[in-house]
């Protein structure tokens, strides 16, 4: 899972054709805090999306599936500090943003994506962006991607940027997002707000087909709490500026593509889970010799997702017993007495479980390797050549803090 | 869900019959700390088990399983301070325990219940029981049920007892128990430990029967903090000296029987959710009108569970917009726009939501709701007759500290 191709700046505007912009429009009463971001296509896109599996879902969300149902969009519309969830006149105001997009950047509302998050049930107004967003669409910017990746952030302490290059058929093309996290985010589908941008020349099926694979492997994969947002979306919109022969069927360049979409949105994985609310360690927990992926899967989920561990993980405490016990309830048919458990960090590594059993390690080497700030927990099932890697962070009083008191 | 019988003192031996005992053996340093409870009855009893749903089980687990196969029992044996699980020689120090039970009581050790809990995977010796046992059980009293229930706690700050009586047949009967919390625990089948005594007269297989039942209502409905335990069991001895005619079938005796287990069971469950690893507050789920108790259960657990509601309700902050998505990941078939919510607490009642839009609410009202020890979340699906309750906790800066160093 390393990484193939070279990241470069710019994040949602590094693709050719893309210009984004971010500002105070007053959804929030910190006037120093930009809230709603705008992203925008010179040229008409293919568009794929995936949604949160909640039940409960954002206006947005329902505003946002009929305007890509046909396969394309243009734009980007999203606020932070309201999630528009909840509310009688949701719908009403979704479709409002995306009216006055097309009022002041010309882009159709049926072309337009909206996404919202914040406080769910709170009631919101489309005032702000009736006031704003003139201002907002006359600051679009083809280096405008940390201004909108800023805007996103709820409790995020650092803005989300990822782009990668790459050829396609002798093309440079290029692939960029932003995401936001850092609560309320569990592997059930996309997790968070994630957009993401590129000049490739790809059909909207093969687009989806892609983001549908790749978000299996990352968002899905991605537990901050164990809470599954309401307003999670992941939208790719591709322009085709970058000329390469449109990819419409699986093979060479669609590969390509794919490894490119992973890398962005695995590398954002990362990034989130390390800005997990109150986080301080960048959890993962990479499973090999599985007998399949599922398992594989079901493994490393559980054990990102245990609040003990998690804890254990903060006091760099290395209770390894939480980790058995996790993989023991995941739901993951194993061997138990298979199993081998090490910690991983840039201090080192340290086998604590060998076959299901304590095996005698030092607590102070211990001590040093979960001190770091990112710690793997690697588990071997020894059943097979199945793996998977899931992402997480520890779980600390800042977290709490956070979580006390968001609303109010 | 009111309680039916009256509540006595006496805990694991207010039935006739049973002995009890709690001793510092030395399985832990702390010497004020009780580590090993005996409970012994006079006569031989019917006995039935539900044992943790987690692959990686404790050795004791599987001792257990094998000395009540026939459906009998006497006597219990449990330490706290290390679970005996993922040990290479764990069965043989377990049957090494029932050994020494046997020794110093004369019960059989095929009818001895054994049970471990505390850190998994650490090097246990059969010693401290081999030098202590025999001042263990010559300390066996039948007032001796409180000291039981103190060699039992791990994290927990109160000693959890329960009993109450009833009359099966004109027959005078008590019923009662003694259970340990206070971390890793998740409603997957029984959930942490509980060892209950009656002096009922009832069929083994009655016995299994109603406490099955009862589980279902009680311990899987207590969650903690999402880990489920790799050492939980609750175990039920009657030794019949109540004097009743046998229950052996379903019938009004056994209607009676179970609704004491009930009251006893779900009296602990709330003990052990307001003393779960730093929780201030109990946190209680009651759902009403849902279509059946599947999804009553389901959207129950759901709220309970989510670690974004319980850190607000730590925080006092009447953050519903949680307790609707909650409802929305639980994986229950609900129609959102029917759900109602209420807090309340003994200072009131407070509406939040409505039809599954928010309704006003005054944040002063609410804050005092929310400020009490108990507080409960009333969800109202409106589809239906069915309903059910969960309890848990809310989730507090103790807790991170408590598990952050939990085996060091």
Redesign the interface.
């Known amino acids: 899972m390393g990484d193939l191709f070279p990241f470069i700046e710019g994040g949602v505007t590094a693709a050719k054709g893309f210009k984004a912009a971010g500002e105070h429009l007053g959804i929030r009463k910190n006037r120093s805090k930009r809230d709603v971001a705008l992203i925008v296509s010179d040229a008409p896109c293919s568009a794929a999306c995936c949604y949160t ?5 954002g206006a947005p969300i329902a505003v946002t599936r009929a305007h890509v149902a046909d396969g394309h969009a243009r734009a980007i519309i999203c606020n932070s500090g309201n ?1 528009n ?4 006149n949701g719908v009403e105001i979704a479709e409002g943003m995306c009216a006055l997009v097309e009022k002041y950047t010309g882009v159709p509302a049926g072309d337009v994506v909206v996404a919202s998050t914040g ?5 919101m107004s489309l005032e702000p962006f009736e006031k704003g967003m003139k201002k907002l669409a006359a600051g679009l910017d083809e280096n405008g991607g940390h201004h909108a990746a800023k805007a996103i952030m709820t409790t995020d302490t650092v803005a989300k940027e990822v782009a990668v290059e790459f050829t396609i058929g002798g093309k440079l093309c290029h692939l960029g997002g932003i995401s936001k996290g850092s ?2 985010i ?1 592997p ?1 589908m996309a997790t968070m707000l994630c957009f993401i941008t590129t000049d490739v020349a790809i059909a909207p099926a093969c687009l989806q087909a892609a983001l549908s694979d790749v978000v299996k492997d990352t968002f899905d994969m991605l537990s901050i ?6 307003n999670d979306m992941v939208t790719v919109l591709a322009n085709g500026l970058a000329g390469n022969e449109e990819i419409t069927a699986d093979g060479a360049n669609f590969a390509t593509f794919k490894a490119a979409l992973y890398q962005v949105c695995a590398k954002l994985c990362r990034i989130m889970a390390k800005d997990g609310e109150g986080a301080t360690k960048l959890l993962t927990c990479t499973v090999t010799g599985a007998k399949d992926k599922p398992t594989a899967k079901l493994v490393a989920k559980g054990v990102i ?4 561990l998690k ?2 993980v ?2 760099a ?6 980790v ?6 995941s739901g ?3 061997d ?1 007495s298979k199993i081998d458990v090490q910690f991983i960090s840039p201090a080192g590594v340290v086998s ?2 060998t076959g ?3 095996v005698p390690f030092s ?1 102070e080497d211990a001590k040093k390797v979960l001190s770091e700030d990112e710690i793997d927990v690697s588990v071997q099932l020894n059943a097979g050549n199945a793996q998977a890697v899931a992402w997480g962070c520890d ?3 800042d ?10």
Chains 1, 2 share one sequence.
Not at 225 to 230: A, P
Not at 317 to 322: P, Q, S
Not at 399 to 408: A, E, F, M, Q, S
């Open positions: 599996r909640n039940l409960v879902q999630a969830t909840c509310n009688a406080v769910i049930g709170q009631p609560g309320m569990h059930n709490d164990g809470d599954t947002s309401t997702c245990s609040t003990l804890a254990a903060f006091g405490d290395a209770n390894w017993g939480r058995l016990c996790a993989i023991g309830y993951a048919d194993v138990v604590v479980c299901g059993s304590g607590e779980l600390t009083y977290y709490v803090k956070i979580n006390g008191d968001y609303r109010t």
